[in-house]
């Protein structure tokens, strides 16, 4: 084989390897994005602790908490250019606490547990759900569609189940006289996770457009209202997202 041609292989060869090199994460352990995790993750494990406390409606609030932890530090490592295959995973752990087992058990301690069986397999199929459906996430990336999730994502399973709990404990309704409903709503939204109905991710929203006056004006009622009425209007958003997906699967089928 000639050099020059040689030397063109060697080349190719290298920018392929380069190019391998900028698709996979790092394997270091980088500390901002990964303390963002943790705290997640505590907020996770709060709740449990506050549900087995009796305290519902903190273990509620912890939820959504983590939630808004876990938004961050994906979004964090990828402005600092922390993105690390050890933060991948250790992110999915986190998640699994915080939005598999943690609403499970706090749905359990508040109303299932009266039901026996019954109410900790409802729990348990919900608990499941939440560690395939992270599970499918995770194999795949990147082959996805970025504007759609396929099932219902495991933190908004979560903030639903949060949501139905944080309003019932501040209207003084108890667990127990919802323990029917929420026998047949666990396994429902652990199913949705599993399910290939599709639900908007919101990835193509852009926030960096010039919107209307009109559109701002809705955006700051919208705060207003969640400021007025956090547990309502985050347990109404919620489901509706959750009823969005099957809602708009029965559309596409009548068409």
């Keep these: 084989m000639p050099t020059d041609d040689l030397n063109d292989v060697k080349s190719d060869d290298a920018e392929v390897d380069n190019h391998d090199e900028r698709k996979q994460p790092h394997k270091g352990v980088y500390l901002l994005p990964n303390l963002f995790t943790t705290a997640a993750l505590f907020s996770g494990f709060y709740s449990i602790v506050a549900a087995m406390n009796g305290n519902f409606s903190n273990a ?3 939820i959504f908490i983590a939630m808004v932890l876990d938004g961050l530090d994906g979004r964090v490592a990828r402005l600092t250019h922390t993105q690390s295959a050890f933060g991948a995973e250790y992110d999915s752990l986190s998640d699994m606490v915080s939005f598999g087992i943690a609403p ?12 026996g069986k019954v109410g900790w397999i409802a729990a348990f199929i919900y608990a499941v759900g939440a560690a395939l459906r992270l599970a499918r996430f995770n194999t795949m ?18 903030a639903i189940v949060a949501g139905i ?10 667990g127990e006289s919802l323990a029917t409903l929420m026998a047949l709503l666990m396994p ?21 457009g010039k919107v209307s006056f009109v559109v701002l004006l809705i955006a700051v009622l919208a705060l207003v209202f969640v400021a007025l009425e956090p547990a309502f209007v985050l347990m109404t958003v919620f489901c509706l997202y959750g009823l969005w997906g099957p809602l708009g699967t029965v559309f596409k089928q009548l068409r």
């Design 60 to 62: 509620a609030v912890a």
């Design 104 to 115: 499970a058990l706090v749905a359990f301690s508040w109303s299932l547990a009266p039901l």
């Design 141 to 158: 990336v990147g082959i996805e569609e970025k504007r759609y999730f396929t099932g219902l994502p495991s933190p908004a399973a979560a």
């Design 165 to 174: 709990i944080w309003v019932a404990s501040d209207k003084g309704v108890s």
């Design 188 to 208: 429902i939204i652990g199913l949705l996770m599993v399910s290939n109905v599709k639900y908007r991710s919101f990835k193509d929203l852009d926030l960096k």
